[in-house]
């Protein structure tokens, strides 16, 4: 790889535009140089202002830095921290976020750079006329990509110059345990970076899906190249590996899918027999003559206390939380997302702690295809019959405390009926 032996500068635009920051507000920067505070937040670099303009001028290598509208403590700096969301590109446009807990932001190579922050629009841009450095005879490596974690001897992956990326083919993605973002999870994942050697080697010049977002097999996931985290990959399998540094993403594709799937699922959640119960085995999704297709009918679902909805999501083993969590858990893409009969949703691994999904009380049947990583949701014959019997219990009202109301009136109540719970307006 060739090298340049050039210092850096880094000259810093930052527009200021939003009517809700006063036309001089001030904007720091501190990183790993003296310039920048030797990563100081109590004594950062200040942007100078000039028409509405903030600049600053750097003279040394440092191309991984932070800015923020707040410094003093870490914790002062971090309030304020301004974070991509995305790769930084020469020339491309990023969204910006106030993010306490961003990482570094890192410019993809050595150069002189303009760095331009609009806060209106939220928005980070990168251009130097530095050219990007000769990478072709440096490999990119990876590592846990077959369960191997050593950042001193990792997976190389090569340049290609028929692709303009970085390829290899066949590369083995096995399920594991895992920890990202304070939550453990179970699944498919690796590291990838651009030198090896030690962890705080290979993670400093490492790079991770943006927003931790998992790489559906067959379409371009976007990068990061600030730091170096997990990839979550949607599956297990073998796959071809192409890695595109100038548009910051990486495909999986082609290869051979060798899914190992769970001999069964177990539905846990409000169940009338088992609320949120991981021993329960009432419950068993058997699998289908369809691979990685699992079902079962007529199951009940009674909300907890005061709630008007029923929670629900899937293990693959039953026992204690801790044998549970060590196996893989699906669930919904989102935290509580509503499903309704009749109606399919995406299933995801949840790690450790899936997103449950929600709904209303009833006794349904459920269809799991972890092969297309879908959910349908069905009205169990049982279900309806029992709306009669529903719409003849007593009905018990409680206020939103969860306290029960004898004579409910001039407010907002929820009631149960049987096994239905509804807000009502008395």
Not at 15 to 28: D, E, G, K, R
Not at 373 to 397: F, H, K, Q, R, W
Request: aromatic share 10%.
């Amino acid at each position: 790889m060739k090298k340049l032996l050039r210092n850096i500068m880094l000259v810093a635009t930052a527009i200021l535009m939003a009517s809700n920051i006063s036309a001089q507000a001030a904007l720091y920067a501190v990183g790993g140089s003296a310039a920048l505070g030797n990563w100081d937040p109590t004594n950062p670099a200040e942007f100078t202002y000039s028409n509405g303009v903030y600049t600053l001028e750097l003279d040394e290598a440092s191309s991984s830095f932070k800015i923020s509208t707040s410094k003093g403590s870490w914790d002062q700096f971090n309030a304020g921290n301004l974070t991509p969301g995305a790769a930084i590109t020469n020339g491309g446009t990023v969204k910006l976020s106030v993010n306490k807990d961003g990482g570094d932001i890192m410019l993809p190579w050595v150069g002189v750079w303009t760095i331009t922050v609009d806060l209106n629009a939220m928005t980070f841009k990168a251009v130097t006329e530095t050219p990007e450095p000769d990478l072709t005879e440096t490999p990119l490596y990876m590592t846990g990509n077959d369960g191997s974690w050593n950042p001193g001897n990792p997976l190389e992956i090569p340049y290609d110059a028929t692709k303009s990326a970085y390829y290899r083919a066949n590369v083995v993605f096995t399920n594991q345990n895992y920890e990202m973002g304070g939550n453990n999870h179970y699944g498919a994942t690796c590291k990838i970076s651009r030198t090896k050697g030690s962890w705080d080697q290979f993670n400093a010049k490492g790079m991770c899906s943006s927003d931790d977002k998992t790489i559906m097999i067959g379409t371009p996931g976007s990068l990061y190249l600030q730091y170096c985290g997990n990839i979550p990959i949607e599956r297990d399998g073998t796959f071809d590996v192409t890695i595109d540094l100038a548009k910051a993403t990486i495909l999986l594709e082609g290869g051979s899918t060798s899914v190992s799937y769970p001999d069964a699922l177990f539905l846990c959640g409000n169940l009338v027999d088992a609320n949120w119960d991981p021993s329960f085995d009432g419950a068993i999704l058997d699998p289908t003559d369809d691979e990685g297709v699992y079902s079962i009918s007529d199951i009940e679902l009674i909300p907890e206390g005061t709630n008007t909805h029923c929670y629900f999501s899937f293990n693959t083993t039953t026992g204690s939380w801790d044998d549970v969590n060590k196996a893989a858990r699906y669930g919904a893409t989102s935290k509580d997302e509503a499903i309704s009969a009749g109606q399919t949703a995406t299933v995801t691994n949840g790690g450790s702690n899936p997103n449950a999904w929600m709904i209303l009380p009833g006794i349904y049947n459920f269809t799991v295809n972890l092969k297309e990583m879908t959910l349908l949701v069905e009205t169990s014959s049982l279900g309806i019959e029992n709306i009669d019997a529903n719409n003849n219990a007593p009905a018990v009202y409680y206020n939103l405390q969860g306290i029960k109301v004898a004579n409910p009136e001039n407010g907002v109540y929820i009631m149960k009926q049987g096994n239905k719970a509804t807000k009502v307006i008395k």
